[in-house]
């Protein structure tokens, strides 16, 4: 069983990701489930999900979605708790980008949702990267605040070494990290520092597709058995609900 823990299908600026270049990955490259977000939600928060749940129902269980937040838009904490309400089981994760929301991580506006991530074991996934907005340091904070919620640094702080990331992750029990853009010799380095069990498989896919196969294969070699058991398929089931119906 191999699992990619973050994807995405639809436009947003020049991106475009058809749902049927991210199932045709996933065949070719043995991937059994993926966790995705519709890119339309990233303006849109959480009154796109509705709509991104049709768009990939005639997938069954091989894909699960991302509840994607948008704490700019209004009224938008109050639509998240309805559609936990009424689509609980169908969701993987929250997922925010702090930055196209232009809503620094431990402003006040995502308290709402961390408590929702409470009440319903959900994992919040976090677009990461250095500077004022996505930093793994606030992260971190929010983590150290909220022990009762398992956060994701997405990339573990794209544009950078990941080391500062790394360190982060490492202290913390609830913070964990993804292998999104990360080099396999990174996320070595990554898995030697916070252990095996803090670091999932995500790739973007099927953003940069031409490589998916390849950064697979690398980072596979580069793990032993029971890491790549751990990195592509029990931290996911453990952080993204996947324990039923997998
Ligand atoms: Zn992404």
Request: glycine share 8%.
């Amino acid at each position: 069983m191999m699992i990619d823990t973050h994807t995405h299908f639809g436009r947003h600026g020049e991106w475009d990701c058809p749902l049927s270049a991210l199932i045709g990955l996933m065949d070719a490259h043995h991937i059994d489930k993926a966790v995705t977000g519709w890119l339309g939600s990233n303006e849109l928060g959480a009154s796109g999900f509705e709509d991104a749940l049709k768009m990939i129902r005639d997938y069954g269980n091989r894909l699960r979605l991302m509840l994607w937040i948008n704490p700019a838009v209004p009224g938008d904490a109050d639509r998240t708790e309805r559609m936990l309400h009424r689509y609980g089981d169908r969701i993987a994760c929250m997922k925010v980008h702090p930055q196209t929301a232009q809503v620094p991580l431990g402003d006040a506006s995502y308290e709402p949702y961390l408590q929702l991530c409470g009440a319903y074991g959900l994992t919040l996934a976090v677009h990461t990267e250095p500077g004022r907005f996505s930093s793994v340091e606030r992260l971190a904070a929010m983590a150290v605040r909220h022990p009762e919620v398992n956060f994701i640094a997405v990339h573990m702080e794209l544009r950078s070494d990941h080391s500062h990331a790394m360190s982060f992750i490492a202290e913390q029990p609830n913070l964990f990290g993804d292998t999104t853009f990360v080099p396999a010799s990174d996320v070595r380095i990554a898995i030697d520092r916070c252990g095996a069990e803090k670091i999932v498989f995500g790739s973007d896919a099927p953003i940069m597709s031409e490589r998916y196969g390849a950064t697979i294969e690398k980072l596979q070699s580069m793990l032993s058995p029971q890491e790549r058991q751990q990195v592509f398929q029990s931290n996911a089931i453990r952080l993204f609900q996947l324990g039923s119906n997998v």
